[in-house]
């Protein structure tokens, strides 16, 4: 099934997406009786000569599957065995030497699987924050939904950060979408402090809709406490590898990133709603009935 990398190599792709039209501009200005054959080489990116159907040559098709526009500054042998070693744009990859595995390591990193176009570790951690969101009652998520909702994503967020704000106020946005909005708690000034006094008065409201909607208006929102889940809510956030507010995440428990505008969610929603049916699928065609 191939799948979005809304996080996968952001870096790397946010870049090129950034150097390019410089680069294409820059070309036609400097030497106007080539613009299309430059504009051509900045679409495709720059990489080192390697011999064709080696390894080395295998490692660079598998980086422009994930971007075609990038560039690859050196390829040579990795330090462990099996893999080639790439640098790409400031950033070191690996590559299985078939071409088909490419490893970004680091922060936020990705076993990316060419092939198939999809990142496996992403396919874990999906699974696993999907388990963890069943933990938190239905009844303890803050809920603004349409009458019909085609999709719904579970939002991870704070009363004072700005794109939590932002989210909210266009709140009516996506549920015109078609999109319902699962709010859970995650204080990330963490525990104790003022801002999870906040979201503990919050969830202790009467009206949790309208005392949230308040304190990320600024609007002075009671005081109270009472027995709730803001602190498992923030556990289960650290524990599905939250590093910002907010984080949205679909029903499978994909991450699509922290603020997407009402109509790019829907977008990214209906594809990968789209991708889960063709996988599907294969596996339904197979099925064989009991007794047949």
Not at 42 to 56: E, L
Not at 93 to 101: A, E, F, P
Request: positive net charge; glycine residues 8%; hydrophobic residues 40%.
């Amino acid at each position: 099934m191939k799948r979005i990398l809304f996080a996968v190599l952001g870096a790397i792709s946010l870049s090129a997406c950034a150097q390019a039209p410089q680069g294409a501009a820059a070309a036609t200005k400097t030497d106007p009786v080539k613009p299309a054959a430059q504009a051509a080489q900045a679409a495709t990116g720059n990489a080192p000569k390697v011999a064709a159907g080696s390894a080395d040559a295998r490692a660079v098709e598998a980086v422009r599957t994930i971007n075609p526009r990038i560039n690859i500054d050196k390829v040579g042998a990795a330090p462990m065995p099996g893999y080639r070693e790439a640098l790409v744009q400031g950033q070191v990859v690996y590559v299985s030497d078939d071409g088909r595995y490419l490893f970004l390591p680091g922060s936020g990193g990705a076993l990316f699987d060419t092939h198939a176009k999809r990142n496996l570790m992403e396919d874990t951690l999906a699974g696993m924050r999907r388990d963890l969101l069943k933990t938190i009652p239905a009844s303890e998520r803050i809920v603004f939904a349409p009458a019909n909702p085609k999709h719904t994503v579970t939002v991870f967020t704070d009363v004072e950060c700005g794109y939590c704000r932002k989210l909210h106020s266009e709140i009516a946005e996506y549920n015109r979408q078609g999109i319902a909005v699962e709010y859970l708690a995650f204080p990330r000034m963490g525990i104790g402090s003022e801002d999870y006094k906040k979201m503990v008065s919050v969830w202790c409201a009467a009206d949790r809709r309208k005392a949230l909607t308040e304190a990320k208006s600024d609007h002075n929102v009671q005081a109270k406490e009472c027995k709730n889940t803001v602190e498992q809510q923030y556990d289960v956030g650290q524990r599905a590898g939250l590093t910002g507010t907010p984080m949205i995440l679909n029903a499978d428990g994909v991450q699509l990133g922290g603020y997407v505008p009402p109509a790019q969610l829907r977008e990214a929603l209906d594809k990968l709603a789209a991708e889960s049916k063709t996988a599907a699928k294969p596996a339904a065609a197979v099925a064989t009935p009991v007794g047949g």
